[in-house]
Structures are given as structure tokens and as C-alpha cells.
């Protein structure tokens, strides 16, 4: 089994912090920002001088390739560089940098592979700066229009396309990640939830990412004077809604304990101390790997009454997913890397979205591997997985593509 470098690893990671540092401890590194802009040039400049073949699409998404000694498609590991504002040091950039990790490792151990092995870097997966999430991923896999991308605008009315064309780093349609010349993906990343360190398990052998729905419910009552209009009298938007919050926990909660689901969102207008909220509308996301599961959910939210308290309800779906299943072969060729090395882990699923699930729906056979992180943060400054674990999931990473390799 090939192990890559504790020192190496760490390195990489205090370089990288440094891109978009906050001076809090976590850093600000919005897509192809200046500072996600440095992480790129530094990403290049140590692909470079492992003699790997670098390439961008028209989307900036980075390739920097490793030869293989046949003529065969290559094995891609790969994440994103770019944070939420106030993000933390490890979601996204440690799937770079342990992938960079294990091509090091290949390079100066001299590990012969069949297959070429690519280090991709996606533009814009968090959607933080332009909008929507996942965004480069998307349209490379045909879920969004590159069109719309390109006319998506930041806080500062600058469009995704004149960004692109100013980074220097936009490349040709043709390179971008495909069927033909790559032949399957893995993207290691922090768990961004308490599971692994709960259970005390090292790695997330990741089965694939929940099955979601997202809802906006609206309530819509009667504006009026908070001193003078009698209680009984009141059609109170934001006293309904409490009530249908509490409502759908009661409810959503019988239907699985796996299930999990959130009101994230509310607004209440006018929002004025002394006026009775005429409009309330709050968010519902719920996710859980089986549909049947979400079905149920559904049902419960149409089941919600049409009128409370006076108010009206109704309830609108803004969007949502199926489970996305990663490729067995690949999951178990993690598992069996993660068991051969001696690490403890268990089988998981993401409820968060990534890149991964977009390639492993359309595009490649895909898979993740999950890091436990300290106390389930993420996006936040206290984002922190320790690096003998992150080292550990690089291990996981090296020996599972090698596996791969092999066949
Ligand atoms: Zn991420």
C-alpha cells in the first residue's frame, strides 16, 4: 500500500489558507476572485513542475494531467477552490489539494499507472459569488445552460462571463471533462456534518448524495394596527406560519428517523414592530435517500391546511433532486482501500450537493470520500478536520484510483 506525506499535505494546506485569509482563520475566496485566482496560479505552478499537462475549459474548470504508460482514458480526482464568504480552510480546496497529494505522490514515488491521472480544479461550485450552486458542473453536464451562467452577476452587477474573461484562465469547450477522454471521478471531501466524529469512524466511504425537495410556503394574512385591532379579530401571517412550522415538525417527524429537514428562511412583511405581518414565507428543505420517503414529505406539505388562522396558505415547490447512487465498483474500491489500510469507516450518504453527483449522474462513474469534520462545522471559521485524517483520506484516495487503475 502507498501512503502519501504527512509534511507535503500540511504545506499545501498552510499555502493555500493564505489565498483569501480573513485574519480570523478562515478566509473569503469567492470564484475567480483574486484570491481564488492566486490558489489557481499556485495550483499551476506546482502541476507544472511535476511535468503535468495543464489545460482549461471555456468555464476556467482546471486539468492538469499526469501521463499514463498506455493510451487510456484518465482517472480524475477533483473539487473546487473557491469558499463562502467567511468560509473555512478545508471545504473544496482539501479535495484539490489531497488530490494534488496523491499526483505528487505518483510523481516522486515513480508509481506507474496505465491511465493518465488528472487534478481538476471546478469553477464556481458554491454559487456564492454567482448564482447557481454547483454552476460549472452543471453545464458541463447539461443541468444548466451555459448561457444563463455566463449572464449570472455577482454583488457588483459583474457578469460570470466578463469574470471568466478577465481570469486568464478560460480555455476551449474541448477540454472540458468528458466521457471519451476520462473514464471515472473521485472527489474527497470534508464531511461537513458530525456523523464520522460521532461514530469515531476516519473515513466516509460515500454511497451517494440525498434525494431532495425545497419548498417556499406562503401565508398571507391582513396588515394592521398593533395597538388597535383586537386579537380575535386578527389574521396574523407570521402567527399561522409558526403554527405550520410547528405543524410539519410534528408531522415530517414520524415519517423516518433519517429524515432530516429544515425551515432555514422566513421573511415577514411589512417586518415593522407595530404592524400584524400581512405575508410570511419560510422555507422548507427536506432530504432523505429514499424517494418513497420524500413522497411522504410531499404528502405531508400538500396535506397542510389552505386556510389558518385566518390566513391563507399555499405552498410551492422550488425545485428538487433524486438521490444520486455513486458507482458501486468505485465505492467499493474506496471501501476496500479504506479496509486495507487498517482505518476505520463506514458507509454514508452526502446531504450536501457536489460537482461529484452531477459527473456521476450523466457524465462518469463517480464517487466521494468524506473526512470527518471537528464538531460537524463547515462554512464557517471553525471548518477544521485534523491533517492525519485528511492524510488519510488522500491514502484512501491513492490506493482506490490505483485499484481502479488496475482494471
Ligand atoms: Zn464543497
Given at each position: 500500500?502507498?501512503?502519501?506525506?504527512?509534511?507535503?499535505?500540511?504545506?499545501?494546506?498552510?499555502?493555500?489558507?493564505?489565498f483569501?485569509?480573513?485574519?480570523?482563520?478562515?478566509?473569503?475566496?469567492?470564484?475567480?476572485?483574486?484570491a481564488?485566482?492566486?490558489?489557481?496560479?499556485?495550483?499551476?505552478?506546482?502541476?507544472?513542475?511535476?511535468?503535468?499537462?495543464?489545460?482549461?475549459?471555456?468555464?476556467?474548470?482546471?486539468?492538469?494531467?499526469?501521463?499514463?504508460?498506455e493510451?487510456?482514458?484518465?482517472?480524475?480526482?477533483?473539487?473546487?477552490?473557491?469558499?463562502?464568504?467567511?468560509?473555512?480552510?478545508?471545504?473544496?480546496?482539501?479535495?484539490?489539494?489531497?488530490?494534488?497529494?496523491?499526483?505528487?505522490?505518483?510523481?516522486?514515488?515513480k508509481?506507474?499507472?496505465?491511465?493518465?491521472?488528472?487534478?481538476?480544479?471546478?469553477?464556481?461550485?458554491?454559487?456564492?459569488?454567482?448564482e447557481?450552486?454547483?454552476?460549472?458542473?452543471?453545464?458541463v453536464?447539461?443541468?444548466?445552460?451555459?448561457?444563463?451562467?455566463?449572464?449570472?452577476?455577482?454583488?457588483?452587477?459583474?457578469?460570470?462571463?466578463?469574470?471568466?474573461?478577465?481570469?486568464?484562465?478560460?480555455?476551449?469547450?474541448?477540454n472540458r471533462?468528458?466521457?471519451?477522454?476520462?473514464?471515472?471521478?473521485?472527489?474527497?471531501?470534508?464531511?461537513?456534518?458530525?456523523?464520522?466524529?460521532m461514530?469515531?469512524?476516519?473515513?466516509?466511504?460515500?454511497?451517494?448524495?440525498?434525494?431532495?425537495?425545497?419548498?417556499?410556503?406562503?401565508?398571507?394574512?391582513?396588515?394592521?394596527?398593533?395597538?388597535?385591532t383586537?386579537?380575535?379579530?386578527?389574521?396574523?401571517?407570521?402567527?399561522?406560519?409558526?403554527?405550520?412550522?410547528?405543524?410539519?415538525?410534528?408531522r415530517?417527524?414520524?415519517?423516518?428517523?433519517?429524515?432530516?429537514f429544515?425551515?432555514?428562511?422566513?421573511?415577514?412583511?411589512?417586518?415593522?414592530?407595530?404592524?400584524?405581518?400581512?405575508?410570511?414565507?419560510?422555507?422548507?428543505?427536506a432530504r432523505?435517500?429514499?424517494?418513497?420517503?420524500i413522497?411522504?414529505?410531499?404528502?405531508?406539505?400538500?396535506?397542510?391546511?389552505?386556510e389558518?388562522s385566518?390566513?391563507?396558505?399555499?405552498?410551492d415547490?422550488?425545485?428538487?433532486?433524486?438521490?444520486?447512487?455513486?458507482?458501486?465498483?468505485?465505492?467499493?474500491?474506496?471501501?476496500?482501500?479504506?479496509?486495507?489500510?487498517?482505518?476505520?469507516?463506514?458507509?454514508?450518504?452526502?446531504?450536501?450537493?457536489?460537482?461529484?453527483?452531477?459527473?456521476?449522474?450523466?457524465?462518469?462513474?463517480?464517487?466521494?470520500i468524506?473526512?470527518p469534520?471537528?464538531?460537524?462545522?463547515?462554512?464557517?471559521?471553525?471548518?477544521?478536520?485534523?491533517?492525519e485524517?485528511?492524510?488519510?483520506?488522500?491514502n484512501?484516495?491513492?490506493?482506490?484510483?490505483?485499484?481502479?487503475?488496475?482494471?
Amino acid at each position: 500500500m502507498y501512503t502519501c506525506n504527512l509534511e507535503r499535505l500540511q504545506e499545501k494546506i498552510d499555502t493555500f489558507k493564505k489565498f483569501g485569509d480573513t485574519g480570523t482563520g478562515g478566509i473569503t475566496r469567492l470564484s475567480l476572485s483574486p484570491a481564488a485566482l492566486m490558489a489557481r496560479d499556485e495550483f499551476a505552478k506546482r502541476a507544472k513542475a511535476m511535468g503535468m499537462r495543464l489545460k482549461t475549459d471555456d468555464l476556467a474548470n482546471m486539468y492538469a494531467t499526469l501521463p499514463g504508460s498506455e493510451e487510456l482514458p484518465a482517472i480524475v480526482m477533483g473539487s473546487h477552490v473557491d469558499s463562502v464568504v467567511n468560509g473555512g480552510n478545508y471545504d473544496g480546496i482539501l479535495g484539490v489539494l489531497t488530490a494534488l497529494e496523491v499526483a505528487e505522490t505518483i510523481y516522486t514515488e515513480k508509481i506507474k499507472t496505465r491511465r493518465p491521472i488528472t487534478v481538476m480544479i471546478w469553477t464556481n461550485e458554491e454559487g456564492s459569488r454567482f448564482e447557481p450552486a454547483m454552476m460549472c458542473s452543471g453545464v458541463v453536464t447539461g443541468k444548466f445552460d451555459k448561457a444563463r451562467a455566463l449572464a449570472s452577476t455577482d454583488a457588483k452587477g459583474v457578469s460570470f462571463a466578463s469574470a471568466l474573461d478577465a481570469s486568464g484562465f478560460k480555455g476551449d469547450e474541448k477540454n472540458r471533462l468528458n466521457a471519451k477522454d476520462y473514464a471515472g471521478y473521485f472527489e474527497l471531501h470534508i464531511e461537513q456534518g458530525p456523523v464520522l466524529e460521532m461514530e469515531k469512524k476516519e473515513i466516509g466511504v460515500v454511497e451517494g448524495v440525498l434525494g431532495m425537495v425545497n419548498y417556499t410556503i406562503s401565508v398571507k394574512g391582513v396588515s394592521d394596527h398593533a395597538g388597535t385591532t383586537p386579537q380575535k379579530t386578527r389574521k396574523d401571517a407570521l402567527y399561522a406560519a409558526s403554527q405550520l412550522i410547528v405543524m410539519l415538525w410534528e408531522r415530517l417527524g414520524k415519517l423516518d428517523p433519517e429524515l432530516v429537514f429544515t425551515t432555514g428562511k422566513i421573511n415577514a412583511s411589512p417586518n415593522i414592530h407595530t404592524v400584524i405581518p400581512k405575508l410570511v414565507e419560510f422555507s422548507l428543505d427536506a432530504r432523505h435517500r429514499d424517494p418513497k420517503v420524500i413522497d411522504r414529505v410531499v404528502d405531508v406539505i400538500k396535506g397542510l391546511p389552505a386556510e389558518l388562522s385566518g390566513c391563507a396558505v399555499r405552498a410551492d415547490l422550488n425545485w428538487s433532486r433524486n438521490t444520486v447512487l455513486f458507482n458501486s465498483e468505485y465505492v467499493d474500491a474506496v471501501e476496500k482501500a479504506a479496509r486495507d489500510a487498517g482505518y476505520s469507516w463506514r458507509r454514508i450518504y452526502s446531504g450536501a450537493g457536489h460537482d461529484a453527483q452531477y459527473v456521476a449522474e450523466v457524465l462518469l462513474p463517480a464517487t466521494m470520500i468524506f473526512v470527518p469534520s471537528v464538531d460537524g462545522h463547515s462554512h464557517c471559521v471553525e471548518e477544521f478536520t485534523p491533517t492525519e485524517l485528511c492524510l488519510k483520506g488522500a491514502n484512501v484516495m491513492l490506493n482506490a484510483i490505483l485499484e481502479i487503475d488496475k482494471r
